[in-house]
């Protein structure tokens, strides 16, 4: 039979008989009974042979976790153009923010749209990027109304050394009322980070600021790094296309980075912080590979088809996993990305060469991610006494042999609500 039919039982108990469950890491099980009672899993069985008629032709797993996006682009329609070189693509982004003049409500509004539509492809956990206190409140109360989780990453911008004291101001009151327990048992849903922004905006003094207040408020931190070759050149030799982007903005100073700069540097200073993530990493290098191996606390988020948008040379995730780093995958944004749905960045992943099975991969959508956003992965995963949260997939298959290409052909992941 196709999609799913939810049976009502006894008590108040909610049957599901679906043809394959694929929760992350675990190989993948086929004619699946899951019963619900109270919202949560009570019972994982195979399906009896006097029900398989019943058998919904669907892959189910737990609900999804998207590690990053900026929600305030979710109203585009096509990405921004041009998608090179990357700081024409930085002004388009500026000149899309400039066009709306009344910006916090469209903000809101696509804020509210891109949650809306991460939700029903099965998202319930994100790390967002707020860029304004009104886009904070916008994500937290949609959340709220959601039932979702998040990270709101306040994002703090300043290459000049004269904004870095108000930029530490804007950080403290972000973060200073967020609690330091409550992400691992489930019951915090709404988690204040920081965010600077990335090397050619942010002031050495106002990024070392920014790792400090989170270190001190057990916050997590996000920066975009090692995004384009442009930005390696600019840390380490200041040249190039983000030094001729500076001085258009007169805020180019030679002696505000010191010649020789690495990614690694960021990183040293990241990893004093409880938690943190390095977004996109679509350049590091063996010395940063080895030390995000050896501080997994810091992961990489990698965007698969934002990745491909740019044209970047392949990206070292296979690299990054087989030496022990940890990698969740995130939309970006609708700025450089045709929608917001991680699903469809996993299948990205997972049609790239010597990839493993798909359900190898799902914990870069569900439990390292949930991990590296500082919640309890085990919440994501389709398991007795977890909430139930999930989400399905059309799958006509009846051999695990098989079961991998149809996943990875198999159409868009929808929520199942019992």
């Not at 959601?146 to 950080?171: K, P």
Request: charged share 20%; proline share 6%; with cysteine.
């Amino acid at each position: 039979m196709t999609g799913i039919t939810i049976e009502s039982g006894p008590l108040g108990e909610k049957v599901i008989r679906c043809a394959w469950l694929v929760n992350p890491g675990d190989a993948p099980r086929q004619n699946v009974r899951v019963t619900i009672v109270d919202g949560r899993v009570a019972e994982i069985c195979d399906v009896p042979g006097d029900e398989l008629s019943q058998v919904a032709d669907v892959a189910m797993m737990p609900a999804f976790v998207n590690g990053h996006t900026h929600l305030e682009f979710s109203q585009l329609a096509s990405p921004l153009l041009p998608s090179a070189p990357f700081p024409d693509w930085i002004r388009s982004v500026v000149r899309y923010r400039s066009a709306n003049s009344d910006r916090e409500q469209f903000a809101t509004d696509c804020i509210r749209a891109g949650l809306h539509e991460s939700h029903a492809a099965g998202v319930r956990l994100i790390g967002e990027i707020s860029t304004t206190q009104g886009s904070v409140t916008a994500l937290q109360q949609a959340l709220e109304e959601a039932g979702n989780a998040g990270v709101s990453f306040r994002e703090l911008i300043g290459f000049s050394a004269d904004q870095v004291s108000t930029q530490l101001q804007v950080a403290e009151r972000h973060v200073a009322t967020t609690p330091t327990s409550g992400r691992k048992s489930g019951e915090q849903k709404f988690v204040r980070g920081l965010s600077p922004h990335a090397p050619y905006s942010v002031h050495p003094e106002l990024f070392e600021g920014i790792v400090d207040i989170a270190r001190q408020t057990a916050a997590p931190v996000a920066i975009h790094l090692a995004e384009t070759v442009d930005e390696v050149e600019l840390l380490q030799n200041q040249t190039g296309r983000f030094v001729d982007f500076l001085q258009s903005l007169n805020l180019w100073e030679p002696q505000t980075l010191p010649r020789g700069t690495t990614p690694l540097r960021y990183l040293e200073k990241l990893a004093q912080a409880e938690r943190a993530l390095a977004v996109h990493g679509n350049y590091f290098g063996p010395a940063e590979i080895s030390f995000l191996a050896r501080n997994p606390h810091v992961a990489v988020v990698y965007c698969p088809r934002t990745h491909a948008y740019f044209g970047h040379t392949p990206h070292p995730w296979q690299q990054l996993q087989d030496a022990g780093a940890v990698v969740l995958l995130g939309t970006d944004s609708r700025a450089s990305n045709p929608d917001l749905s991680v699903w469809k960045e996993l299948q990205f992943v997972a049609n790239q060469k010597k990839a493993a099975p798909i359900w190898e991969l799902l914990p870069m959508i569900t439990t390292s991610a949930a991990v590296a956003l500082g919640f309890n992965g085990e919440d994501f995963k389709v398991n007795v006494g977890n909430r139930f949260q999930s989400v399905s997939v059309p799958c006509e298959c009846d051999s695990e042999s098989r079961l991998n290409a149809v996943l990875l052909r198999s159409a868009e992941a929808t929520e199942v609500s019992p």
